[in-house]
């Protein structure tokens, strides 16, 4: 408190001195930033759907700077400039990934003791293993769409403000709902209340408006709301809808009046149809998505992100965690034909973004996701578009993320061998830089720039 004694002259003598010895402005726009060139016998451009040979990537700072063929790199780096070179040999080389569908402050363990033994401090204090696991995984960009109690927000800025390492990030906040809906705790004693928690119950155009403004108010930088019932939860069949129009169109006004896009979540056709017509960037799950509905998504340019790969451990899993039966069989209802209805929108050309649902399964997973989308009708350039530059579109973050081009990111990945020959190298990245920094590196000797 020492400062609020000092008088105004010295003050000012205080400051004169910190302004003639801060660098001239001249000497700031000069400084050279240090280079780092990526080297690889291949790279996949997701802009042109095309593997080039032996290229180089120059990186300054956190951004590319330059990607040329390794032969050409002297016209960006001239010979006796010092550069941190890095050659992955071998290696492909593609930007980093982007999950679109993310829940990753928590993952489940038990049923009952996550509900009811574990509160929101344990979740938010190992959140960062998750967030490190993701972008270990190659995944160097998530939209992270439903967390409680904002503890997303608290994540997102330990990570971008370089405290422990993770994905960037868009956050919501707790997802948007109707009482009693997947949103909600169902399926208990009325008697269960648990104090304090900060949920996205909103029920009607009032409550829904004012729930956005406060998700807004601390952090949200995306919306996300419950469209239809859900899986894993105990409400009524997976599918019904469980807002009505005008309270989805409220949702999308609200969250456009703060620049904000809205994700739905919505197994049902009904609800998916609803959700599209209100307006949003995109629909989460689509499970029973019908003919009418991949043709609206298309006309209203909505993105659709089938989390296909989620069945598998549903099923393998769930029960020895101690799932109710009632969540089990919704899965059963619910993973086959879902599958049946990505393929179907692939064929019909509906625009497509990659997205998990990681944290019903392991984070780290992530990549697992690939091979279902080439077994059921994408080509693995289109799977690995999805990721990409596609994702990066749905997320309003063309210019930063998803390809390596002057100006953007420098997020990059590298996978042993070739992704286009085989989509499931990318579930064993061996390569993550983020933002011009090595988060891992299995490939070379060189030492990654890890924060602990
Ligand atoms: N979070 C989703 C829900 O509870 C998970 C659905 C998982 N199943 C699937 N086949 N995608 O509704």
Redesign the pocket.
């Known amino acids: 408190m020492r400062h609020f004694f000092l008088t105004v002259p010295v003050l000012a003598s205080c400051l004169t001195v910190a302004l003639l010895a801060a660098p001239q402005p001249d000497a700031v726009e000069t400084k050279v930033l240090p280079l780092v060139v990526i080297k690889a016998a291949r790279l996949v451009d997701p802009v042109t759907g095309r593997v080039l040979a032996n290229q180089a990537v120059v990186i300054e700072g956190d951004r590319v700077k330059a990607v040329v063929a390794a032969a050409d790199l002297t016209k960006i780096v001239p010979a006796g400039a010092s550069a941190r070179v890095i050659d992955l040999g071998a290696a492909t080389l593609l930007p980093g990934l982007i999950d679109c569908h993310t ?1 990753v402050t928590g993952q489940p363990e038990n049923f009952y003791e996550d509900l009811f033994r574990r509160s929101p401090i344990d979740e938010a204090v190992t959140a960062h293993l998750y967030a490190r696991r993701t972008v270990e995984a190659g995944f160097t960009t998530i939209r992270n769409v439903g967390a409680g109690n904002y503890i997303d927000f608290a994540l997102k800025r330990a990570i971008d403000t370089g405290k422990i390492a993770g994905p960037r990030m868009l956050a919501s906040g707790p997802a948007l709902g109707a009482t009693g809906g ?1 949103t909600d705790l169902s399926g208990m004693s009325p008697y269960i209340r648990f104090e304090g928690d900060i949920g996205g119950v909103a029920d009607g155009v009032d409550a829904i408006r004012k729930k956005i403004r406060e998700n807004i108010k601390y952090g949200a930088d995306v919306i996300k709301f419950m469209a239809t ?5 105990e409400e009524e069949s ?1 599918g019904a809808p469980q807002y009505s129009f005008e309270e989805m169109k409220a949702v999308v006004d609200e969250a456009a009046m703060w620049s904000r896009k809205v994700a739905a ?1 919505a ?1 049902g056709a009904e609800g998916i149809k609803r959700a599209i017509r209100a307006g949003v960037a995109s629909v ?2 689509a ?1 029973f998505i019908d003919d009418e509905g991949i043709a609206l998504a298309k006309e209203h340019g909505t993105w659709l992100v ?3 790969y ?2 598998d451990y ?1 099923m393998a899993e769930y029960a020895r965690l101690g799932y109710p039966q009632k969540i089990l069989d ?2 059963k209802l ?2 086959r034909t ?1 599958r049946e209805n990505f393929a179907k929108a692939v064929k019909a050309g509906a625009k497509i973004a990659y997205g998990t ?1 990681s944290g ?1 399964y392991p984070h780290g997973w992530n990549g697992k996701q690939f091979f279902h989308m080439v077994k059921w009708g994408m080509t693995p350039m289109q799977a690995i578009q999805s990721a990409t530059v596609n994702a990066a579109d749905l997320l309003g973050w063309a210019d930063k993320v998803g390809r390596l081009a002057p100006g953007h990111y420098a997020d990059l990945i590298a996978v042993r061998g070739d992704p286009l020959a085989d989509v499931t190298v990318l579930e064993h990245v061996a390569f993550v830089m983020k933002g011009g920094r090595v988060v891992k590196n299995s490939l070379t000797t060189e030492p990654s720039d890890r924060i602990d």
């Open positions: 829940h997947h019932a859900g899986v894993l939860s997976v979540h197994h989460e799950h499970s089938m989390d296909i989620n069945d549903i919704k899965e619910v993973g879902q649902d019903v």
